[in-house]
T-cell receptor
């Protein structure tokens, strides 16, 4: 199963871009990379997912390295509401079933 | 559209008491999950269900039981609560399994904060 490495915390200023890195060097060729975030006192919410090419949606962009061993979640203009814990999650197989296993993620602080 | 609803949102129990957390989803999803989250930790999977009438163990199933009698509901039970079960519990559902080769998106509830004294 793929293992991920994310920084424990990052800081950004409001309205500046934020690049959240994730290393997943053991990911297999067909595994999608999922990103979720958890706002304070809320359940996690889906942000974006991708396989090989860069992906964009209304929340963020996902840049996936050509060798797929790392990816970067990009928030183009951070707002205070983006302060959250961001999880980079490749799928894992446990007990014969496939599921998403959440690590500790990166806690993003956005300064006004 | 309510999505995933968890009840109760807060509960305080004494050691040895029992209780049930209810998760309800209105998206007709097949897959449902119960996670727990402890301070400074990520989410750990307790039990999950791949459809009505089915349940399976996750990473930390001991001390919990689950049932999925109706497709829209997934119940998490604590038969004899222990202080180690003090945690925030999250329920999630998905249309397809969010696993390998899958784009299945998880939808989470707002959480149920349980304190066991």
């Amino acid at each position: 199963d793929a293992k991920t490495t994310q920084p424990n915390s990052m800081e950004s200023n409001e309205e500046e871009p934020v690049h959240l890195p994730c290393n997943h060097s053991t990911i297999s060729g067909t595994d999608y990379i999922h990103w979720y975030r958890q706002l304070p006192s809320q359940g996690p919410e889906y942000v974006i997912h991708g396989l090989t090419s860069n992906v964009n949606n209304r929340m963020a962009s996902l840049a996936i390295a050509e060798d797929r061993k790392s990816s970067t979640l990009i928030l183009h203009r951070a707002t205070l509401r983006d302060a959250a814990v961001y999880y980079c999650i490749p799928p894992q197989t446990q007990g014969g079933s496939e599921k998403l296993v959440f690590g500790k993620g990166t806690k993003l602080t956005v300064n006004p | 559209n309510a999505g995933v609803t968890q009840t109760p949102k807060f509960r305080v129990l004494k050691t040895g008491q029992s209780m049930t957390l209810l998760c309800a989803q209105d998206m007709n999803h097949e897959y449902m999950y119960w996670y727990r989250q402890d301070p400074g930790m990520g989410l750990r999977l307790i039990h999950y269900s791949v459809g009505e009438g089915t349940t399976a163990k996750g990473e930390v199933p001991d001390g919990y039981n689950v049932s999925r009698l109706k497709k829209q509901n997934f119940l998490l039970g604590l038969e004899s609560a222990a202080p180690s079960q003090t945690s925030v519990y999250f329920c999630a559902s998905s249309r397809i399994p969010p696993g390998r080769g899958s784009t299945g998106e998880l939808f989470f509830g707002e959480g149920s904060r349980l304190t066991v004294l």
